[in-house]
């Protein structure tokens, strides 16, 4: 059940997507749905639970019990392969088609697990408390391996009670990812846990849109605005991945003050070298290596020896350092710039950071070498994708709680769609996250299109997207 980050890093899936086509860089969704009145009182549906609800004491041994009856009931590789691939394959069926009862007789053995993540929900924090601060980057993260699997069996489970027009038991059940999501961002979050988060999360915003578009399903405008935003802190993320080289090698933090003794360096190389070798699969370095890596150093030196100069240090300092000691101080100096460079991008909204962060990963990569002492090269993360996948995520809650406000509208005005968002009243809609700017609308009849475009030119992750919705009486 253990798991190393690096390991868990390449196997976390890219995020589900709930599209049924893309045209060009344009995610585009067709959706038929009914007009339905806004809830009476505003706040009936909660996909977080109430406040009143919520119990003392923290989740994470309830996540772990959870993954545990997960475990049991695969009962075995073959087992567990074949109830994966009947999950995935069910939570994006069309609800009309689920074969109910094998989906039952799934569910059932699952019951434990689903009864455990229900427990976990109510909690009134989430702490697995991993000791990052103490082991870096070697730090096991057991509680990542089921969270997606607990995910869609919540989904699946919301998605049978959508079947029997169960609206409130699904929205309960689609509560348990969305919460999920949020605990695995508390505590000391690490990169890889947003990952993780923002997938469980993603996959109950898919269920949502196949709610709305049930024929009896009743408005989430208001459930909608329940849900956190952001909904995770990524600058914090990234200011625990920075700290995670200096975790991971302790004697970097005399460096960060311009003091490394040889013995510091020499004990920081090898501990580098480890790490390197398990995140990267490098294995340790043999012969040829070393002596690439002497090479190296005698082209790096000069330039890590003119940097320091425009630093804090003299040339009579640098000429009483050994050549290793240069080079480290150099590297840990080129890791703290540009990854505070990094960091400066996530104070600020998604429309301005992602651009700039898309800018700055692209002048580090022309720093960033394969040199055995590159702490950029072996610990900078690339968050540009990760944000613009969050971003996305939040787009399409906004989108979706616009579509909310459109078919309130109709049920107020005899199935009559709005003729502009401004017209929509005391159900604004909400800004785009990912340009700050209004969605795009256009109206023909009872065809409502509503698009936010793609930011960052064309080729990248942060695709557009456009709802063509048919609303109905």
């Known amino acids: 059940m253990k798991i190393f980050i690096s390991l868990l890093v390449a196997a976390v899936m890219s995020l ?24 009476s009182p505003a706040m009936r549906f909660h996909f977080l639970p109430d406040l009143v609800d919520q119990t003392e004491g923290n989740a994470a041994l309830l996540y772990l019990n959870a993954a545990q009856q997960v475990a049991i009931a695969r009962a075995g590789d073959a087992n567990r392969q074949a109830d994966d691939e009947k999950i995935s394959r069910w939570i994006t069926t069309p609800v ?18 689903l009864n455990q993540m229900r427990l976990a929900a109510r909690r009134d924090r989430c702490d697995f408390d991993p000791p990052f601060r103490t082991e870096g980057f070697r730090t096991l993260l057991p509680y990542l ?17 959508m079947a029997r027009g169960d609206f409130d038991g699904a929205i309960a059940d689609l509560s348990l990812p ?38 009896h399903s009743p408005n989430f405008y208001w459930a909608l605005g329940d849900v956190p935003s952001p909904l995770a802190n990524v600058r914090r993320i990234m200011q625990m991945e920075r700290a995670g080289a200096y975790f991971s090698i302790p004697q970097l933090k005399d460096a960060r003050a311009g003091k490394l003794t040889v013995e510091q360096w ?41 940097y320091l100069l425009g630093q804090k240090f003299t040339s009579e300092q640098l000429e009483a350092m050994s050549v290793t000691q240069v080079l480290g101080l150099y590297h840990v100096a080129e890791f703290e710039y540009w990854t505070q460079e ?18 700055t990963e692209a002048q580090m990569r022309t720093v960033t070498s394969d040199s055995p002492w590159s702490l950029l ?26 579509v909310e406000a459109v078919r309130g509208y109709a049920a107020a005005h005899e199935g009559e769609v709005p003729a502009r968002l ?44 456009r709802v063509v919705l048919t609303v109905s009486k």
Request: aromatic share 4%; with cysteine.
């Open 16 to 39: 589900s997507v709930i599209a049924e086509e893309k045209v060009g860089e344009v995610e585009q969704i067709q959706l038929t749905v009914h007009a339905a009145a806004l809830p």
């Open 96 to 113: 009309a088609e689920l074969p109910m009862s094998e989906v039952q007789g799934v569910l059932n053995r699952y019951s434990g697990a």
């Open 145 to 161: 391996v089921d969270a997606r699997a607990l995910a869609r069996l919540a989904c699946l489970a919301a998605r049978a009670k």
């Open 178 to 215: 969305i919460v999920q999501s949020g605990h695995l961002n508390e505590g000391q979050p690490i990169l890889v846990q947003l990952l993780v988060a923002t997938s469980c999360g993603q996959l109950a915003i898919d269920q949502v849109q196949a709610m709305i578009a049930q024929e």
């Open 266 to 306: 020499r004990a920081a190389l090898n501990t580098m070298a480890e790490i390197r070798g398990e995140l990267h699969s490098y294995g340790q370095p043999g012969g040829a290596a070393q002596l690439n890596a002497m090479l190296v150093a005698v082209k790096e030196y000069p330039a890590a020896k003119q």
């Open 342 to 359: 990094l960091d400066r991008c996530l104070t600020l909204p998604y429309w301005q950071a992602l651009p700039l962060l898309g800018k």
């Open 377 to 402: 090269g072996t610990f900078a993360p690339t968050i540009k994708t990760s944000l613009t996948n969050l971003a996305k995520a939040e787009r399409r809650i906004a989108i979706l709680r616009t």
């Open 422 to 465: 401004e017209d929509l009243g005391d159900t604004p809609a909400p800004v785009d996250p990912m340009t700050g700017q209004k969605f795009k609308y256009q109206t023909d009849g009872q065809l409502v299109t509503i698009e936010g475009p793609a930011i960052g030119g064309a080729g990248t992750a942060s695709t557009g997207i």
